[in-house]
């Protein structure tokens, strides 16, 4: 009886076939890490001040500084109030000004925000600061916990109706809330909106599987820059739904798994499909390798991390910088999958990433070494 790996080396193990497949199901990898920008790119404590226009009404005349005099109080540090603002009166601005004003209250026509990094963040479009500021947690939350229901969803769905589908549908709903992201008029739509291997041999099944996140990394410095020259999120949406609307043309032309054919009993389309790619790969394959097969099974990881933000430097220096180690991490995983094996490259990885995350309790707070972090990070 032949397994599926004796007809991967008949038809090619690693042949032209293998390669388009490799890249183009690596390439929605290269999109992927676009979706942290709204969350990583933030801003979470802008400088502001209450918008409190309401006096204008009243004097149309007062300049900036003196607005701010007479409607914003003051904290310990002589600074202006971020949250609070005084009780707006109907009162002539005569009066205001001979008496002032001491009642003080939450802000309630919004913030005026100065000096960000960014033109638009989710925090200054829906005003996530002061009481709301806890709410960028809860989209976070909210985000990972889409990750999770979606591997809980599409893992079953790719075993009973095939990998193809459960390749091109998860990218097809990637398009359409990326821009419905882009287009959220509010936070609770926004929340709302945020929910390759099997054809390469076991000889070249350490590249297929370390390549692909090593496209997650390239796609971790593209953002970088991205987000240093487009600095308004919902523009960063539209663009990021751009390749992803590549992606989501191609997938479609993506064959199926053979192996999953050859485990739901369709073995005549397995065997036309097998008999494609050897064309492809321009090699023959016997008849009497296609009369029995026996289907085999592969797992493969993925890892996302939304914490790059809080290293204390440049976000933008930050986020490239962590794409960049990303790279040679996955190019050197190839070479130890092919040396030492899965078993112990895994447990050696899970172990010295461990230890490194223990190394920070023996650092005083505030004080943690950005490369310790960033592996913890990574790990």
């Known amino acids: 009886m ?7 080396r008949s038809i090619g193990d690693f042949g032209l076939f293998q390669k388009l497949i490799l890249l183009g199901l690596c390439f929605p990898n290269l999109v992927l890490p676009f979706h942290l920008a709204s969350l990583i790119f933030i801003q979470s404590d802008p400088e502001r001040h209450c918008n409190t226009d309401w006096i204008l009404r009243a004097g149309s005349n007062l300049s900036s500084e003196e607005q701010l005099n007479l409607t914003v109080p003051r904290q310990e540090d002589g600074t202006f109030s971020r949250c609070l603002m005084f009780t707006p009166v109907d009162w002539d601005i005569d009066i205001i000004r001979e008496h002032g004003l001491n009642q003080t209250t939450d802000c309630q026509n919004g913030w005026v925000y100065n000096n960000i990094v960014y033109e638009a963040t989710i925090v200054t479009d829906f005003d996530l600061v002061c009481g709301k500021a806890n709410v960028v947690g809860l989209a976070q939350t909210v985000f990972m916990a889409g990750i999770l229901l979606g591997s809980l969803l599409f893992g079953p769905f790719a075993e009973s109706f095939g990998r193809q589908r459960a390749t091109q549908i998860p990218m097809v709903i990637m398009l359409i809330f ?9 936070f609770y739509l926004y929340m709302a909106s945020q929910q390759s291997t099997e054809w390469v041999a076991v000889t070249k099944r350490s590249y297929a599987s370390c390549l692909s996140p090593t496209f997650s990394g390239v796609g971790q410095c593209i953002l970088a820059g991205m987000i240093f020259f487009i ?16 992606v989501a043309v191609y997938i479609w032309f993506i064959p199926e798994s053979a192996r999953w054919l050859l485990d739901q009993g369709k073995k005549e389309e397995a065997k036309k499909l097998i008999l494609r790619v050897a064309a492809i790969n321009k090699r023959t394959v016997p008849d009497t390798i296609l009369e029995k097969v026996k289907f085999s099974l592969n797992l493969s990881y993925y890892c996302l991390s939304l914490n790059v933000g809080n290293f204390g430097l440049d976000i933008f220096f930050t986020q490239l910088m962590f794409g960049l180690t990303e790279i040679p991490g996955h190019i050197l995983c190839i070479f130890i999958l092919e040396y030492l094996g899965r078993k112990i490259s895994l447990m050696s990885t899970l172990l010295t990433g461990g230890f490194t995350c223990f ?8 004080k943690v070494p950005t490369g310790i972090d960033l592996h913890c990070v990574m790990i």
Request: net charge negative; charged share 10%.
């Open 231 to 246: 600095r308004d999120w919902r523009l960063a949406q539209f663009v990021m739904a751009v390749p992803i609307a590549v």
């Open 359 to 366: 190394l920070i309790l023996a650092v005083p707070q505030g």
């Open 2 to 8: 032949a397994d599926f790996g004796e007809i991967l």
């Open 178 to 186: 990326t821009v419905t992201t882009g287009l959220s008029p509010n």
